[in-house]
């Protein structure tokens, strides 16, 4: 099974919190760490922006991704959100195991 690292940034705390939870409780992550604040600078309509932010940092598989990006993409509040996967070269074999076993999909 191949693991993924998803970034995404949310607009405060709550919502961050809300999306972190909502993704465990669906087998979606195993586990989602929240930095409470990072300052986001980027383009968006032609004016360049400046934000503060919360970036997730979203553990996963690569056949629980599909689910975890439409999921995200169905409750994120941004128009456009960001979803980055980036695999997983290696990790503590115990840790990817439960990491496996979290995001089995039980249906």
């Known amino acids: 099974m191949s693991h993924l690292l998803?970034?995404?940034?949310?607009?405060?705390?709550?919502?961050?919190?809300?999306l972190s939870?909502?993704?465990v409780r669906e087998?979606?992550?195993?586990c989602v760490?929240?930095?409470p604040t990072v300052?986001?600078?980027y383009e968006w309509q032609g004016a360049v922006q400046q934000e503060a932010e919360c970036l997730l940092l979203i553990k996963?598989?690569?056949?629980?991704y599909a689910a975890l990006e439409q999921t995200l993409r169905a409750h994120h509040p941004y128009e456009l959100p960001e979803i980055i996967a980036v695999s997983l070269t290696a990790g503590l074999p115990a840790y990817l195991n439960w990491l496996d076993?979290?995001?089995e999909n039980n249906e």
């Not at 995404?8 to 961050?16: E, M």
């Not at 087998?27 to 195993?30: E, I, K, P, S, T």
Request: hydrophobic share 35%; aromatic share 2%; net charge negative.
């Open 6 to 18: 998803v970034f995404s940034t949310c607009p405060d705390l709550d919502c961050a919190r809300t």
């Open 21 to 23: 939870e909502l993704l």
């Open 27 to 30: 087998r979606l992550a195993a």
């Open 33 to 35: 760490n929240i930095m």
């Open 39 to 41: 300052h986001s600078v």
């Open 60 to 64: 996963t598989t690569s056949e629980r």
């Open 101 to 103: 076993h979290q995001t």
